[in-house]
């Protein structure tokens, strides 16, 4: 299944937004681990909110979703991906997933974590996505860039 969809660059004026959808989506898995904080899950992300690498996932007529991809020296690392209850699943998150990965203008991995048990690692594992090590909170995972060089088009 694919998704039509637009990626615009997220500016400081979405972080609240950002933080809402973020306590909306993480809220059934951070109950689900007796870790669920309604100041802390909002804070915790305006705290470290970086519009430089997070866009905003326009479908439908609306915002729906966000997804962040910082670079470090060794991976991009993929944070922040959230999309709306009422966006899930249509593919719109695999459709973000495969062409964020294929943009990528270099060789370095996807790394990303996910919350123990949560539903969004089958997503990423069926994009590549492999187990790196896990505690009893998080699972760290990791992919190798997907597309050669040559081939990658454009972030839109």
Request: hydrophobic share 45%; no cysteine.
């Given at each position: 299944?694919?998704?039509?969809?637009?990626?615009?660059?997220?500016v400081a004026s979405d972080a609240a937004?950002?933080?809402?959808l973020r306590a909306v989506v993480m809220r059934p898995d951070l109950e689900r681990l007796e870790?669920?904080?309604?100041?802390?899950?909002r804070e915790r992300f305006l705290n470290g909110?970086?519009?430089?690498?997070t866009y905003i996932i326009h479908?439908?007529?609306?915002?729906?979703?966000v997804i962040a991809v910082r670079p470090e020296p060794d991976a991009r690392w993929i944070e922040h991906f959230y999309v709306a209850p009422t966006h899930q699943g249509?593919?719109?998150?695999?459709?973000?997933?495969r062409h964020v990965m294929a943009a990528s203008v270099d060789e370095r991995p996807f790394r990303l974590n996910v919350l123990q048990g949560s539903a969004a690692r089958h997503l990423y594992e069926r994009?590549?996505?492999?187990?790196?090590?896990?505690?009893?909170?998080d699972v760290f995972m990791v992919a190798p860039n997907p597309t050669p060089p040559d081939r990658r088009p454009p972030m839109r």
């Open positions: 299944m694919s998704a039509d969809f637009a990626l615009r660059p997220a937004w950002i933080a809402e870790r669920f904080d309604p100041v802390r899950v909110f970086q519009p430089e690498y479908t439908d007529g609306v915002d729906a979703g249509r593919g719109l998150g695999g459709a973000v997933l994009h590549g996505f492999m187990l790196e090590s896990e505690d009893p909170v």
